[in-house]
């Protein structure tokens, strides 16, 4: 994530890219490489990245707080709204926790 720190997101999208080549079970390198598609605006491929790490952790309550923040940022409301929402759900956890 050192490149997308340092806002290169086009390298960090082609770094991610390679790294889920090597090992297309890292969720959390979906969820980077989300990140640096919609900062690219490239958000079809950014959705599809995300979908990766969500179908890989599915109780994961940051890649969905994750998603739902770059659409809203995108002007994608009610897709925002989906996901965020998602991410609160998981976040309270079973009743009585």
């Known amino acids: 994530m050192a490149l997308y720190a340092q806002g290169k997101m086009e390298e960090a ?4 890219r390679g790294a889920l080549k090597l090992n297309p079970e890292m969720a959390q390198t979906y ?14 491929e950014g959705d599809r990245a995300f979908q990766g790490a969500v179908k890989l952790e599915p109780r ?14 995108a002007g994608r409301g009610e ?3 989906k996901h ?3 991410s ?4 309270a956890g079973p009743p009585g926790r």
Do not use: D, H, I, P
């Open 84 to 86: 965020l929402l998602r």
């Open 31 to 44: 969820n980077n490489l989300g990140m640096a598609l919609y900062a690219l605006g490239r958000t079809q």
């Open 60 to 73: 994961n309550a940051l890649f969905y707080f994750n998603w739902g923040s770059v659409e809203a940022l």
């Open 88 to 91: 609160r759900e998981l976040k």
């Open 13 to 16: 999208a082609q770094a991610l």
């Open 79 to 81: 897709a925002a709204e």
